[in-house]
T-cell receptor, first 115, second 115 residues
Framework: AQKITQTQPGMFVQEKEAVTLDCTYD???????LFWYKQPSSGEMIFLIY??????QNATEGRYSLNFQKARKSANLVISASQLGDSAMYFC????????????FGTGTRLQVFP | GAGVSQTPSNKVTEKGKYVELRCDPI?????LYWYRQSLGQGPEFLIY????????DSGLPNDRFFAVRPEGSVSTLKIQRTERGDSAVYLC?????????????FGPGTRLTVL
């Protein structure tokens, strides 16, 4: 079974609007971390936001917030007030804390922001 | 401060040749990770180091792949008898285990092409 599933290969959003990128995960580890990374066309992976499995509050970082629904095993990324520079690939990743520090990535969602 | 650096940025080699890819992590980061990203996919874990030792090498595809980190800083990923299927972007990341999220910071990658 896929550990990280991103079901949206591509998404479009108009500038200044909000967009939600979906991510579901599968683990039996009680302690885990969820991450979102942005990969522009230049190729570098840029860390956006982190959510720990025991965190009570949803993580927020500026225009990014993580909608963490533990019972549903989902960790959707919400980008508010989209900007043209947000156009990129977005990857959801998980770390299973009691097993290893490696990240397991999904297949990504390509976001395109249009004027 | 300086981010993760990787050299070379591009490497073209012929099938059967030996290649070395270098990663220089963020100063002070004790953990170093190697991932491989094929076209249209998310990064796939290869190996990670905590200090000088390989803490998890479960992602290395076969014994043609080897990595070292002799002084706990710079790491070299070595690929023997390269095959066309080894063509991918090789990403290096580092992290500071002292932060709560232990997020990984990625370098720009080395694009390996095996002809």
């Amino acid at each position: 079974a896929q550990k990280i599933t991103q079901t949206q290969p591509g998404m479009f959003v108009q500038e200044k609007e909000a967009v939600t990128l979906d991510c579901t995960y599968d683990t039996s580890d009680p302690s885990y971390g969820l991450f979102w990374y942005k990969q522009p066309s230049s190729g570098e992976m840029i860390f956006l936001i982190y959510q720990g499995s025991y965190d009570q509050q949803n993580a927020t970082e500026g225009r990014y917030s993580l909608n963490f629904q533990k019972a549903r095993k989902s960790a959707n990324l919400v980008i508010s007030a989209s900007q043209l520079g947000d156009s990129a690939m977005y990857f959801c990743a998980m770390r299973e804390d009691t097993i290893t520090d490696k990240l397991i990535f999904g297949t990504g969602t390509r976001l395109q922001v249009f004027p | 401060g300086a981010g993760v650096s990787q050299t070379p940025s591009n490497k073209v080699t012929e099938k059967g040749k030996y290649v070395e890819l270098r990663c220089d992590p963020i100063s002070g980061h004790t953990a170093l990770y190697w991932y491989r990203q094929s076209l249209g996919q998310g990064p796939e874990f290869l190996i990670y180091f905590q200090g000088t030792g390989a803490a998890d090498d479960s992602g290395l595809p076969n014994d043609r792949f080897f990595a070292v980190r002799p002084e706990g800083s710079v790491s070299t990923l070595k690929i023997q008898r390269t095959e066309r299927g080894d063509s991918a972007v090789y990403l290096c990341a580092s992290s500071d285990s002292g932060t709560s999220g232990n997020e990984q910071f990625f370098g720009p990658g080395t694009r390996l092409t095996v002809l």
